[in-house]
């Protein structure tokens, strides 16, 4: 844990705008992030910017194992870190090619994704596209799961989904809001 965390602070240090916050985020962000997916009907999840892998060990616990599960992750350190430490996922590079890279491994959609992309250090066009390709490759009850330190990305994703909720995690460094959007 003081590893992960002198690792993490080190990668902040070196890339803030693509790192995000200053600590991994905590057990209790990865509650509110997980507790409300229906992990026996997942039959495709994904995670967008899995950093040191604070949800990607709690899916592993909690995904069964037919449930193809795909981890973005662009720090390359961070990435094979993780594919050493589970294996039997299938971990890729930029989440701005989540749209190819399903069309690649003949995956129609997804049930769920799970995001830790700090959406408040890109421009607006980046952050679109990649809203775009949530949007686009979530299935008909698929679950979009993002947090972030403030309320900004509020209104893009109730103008995206018919349902956002929002809840707040007070118990995480910096407090955090956690958005959950269905179609």
């Known amino acids: 844990m003081i590893l992960e965390r ?16 200053i600590t991994p985020s905590s057990r209790f962000l990865a509650h ?15 995670e967008l910017g899995a950093g040191t892998g604070v949800f990607t060990r709690e899916i592993a616990k909690k995904v069964s194992l037919p449930t193809q599960t795909l981890i973005f992750e ?25 749209n190819h890279t399903l069309k690649q ?3 129609p959609n997804v ?18 596209e990649i809203l775009d390709q949530v949007q686009s ?3 008909e009850n698929g679950s979009f799961i993002t947090y972030q330190y403030s309320l900004h990305l509020r209104k893009e994703l109730k103008n995206r ?5 929002i809840d707040f995690v007070p118990w995480n460094l910096p407090p955090t809001f956690v958005y959950i959007c269905t179609h």
């Open 105 to 107: 491994l003949h995956i």
């Open 74 to 98: 662009q720090d390359d350190d961070l990435r094979k870190d993780l594919e050493g430490q589970i294996p039997q996922f299938t971990y890729l590079k930029k989440a701005e090619e989540l």
């Open 32 to 46: 509110a992030m997980l507790k409300d997916i229906p992990w026996n009907q997942m039959k495709t999840i994904v």
């Open 111 to 128: 049930d769920a994704i799970i995001s830790g992309l700090p959406f408040s250090n890109f421009s607006q066009s980046f952050t679109q």
């Open 161 to 165: 989904f018919k349902n956002v909720q």
């Open 6 to 21: 002198a690792k993490f602070i080190h990668k902040f240090v070196q890339s803030p705008r693509e790192i995000g916050s």
């Open 137 to 139: 490759s979530l299935s």
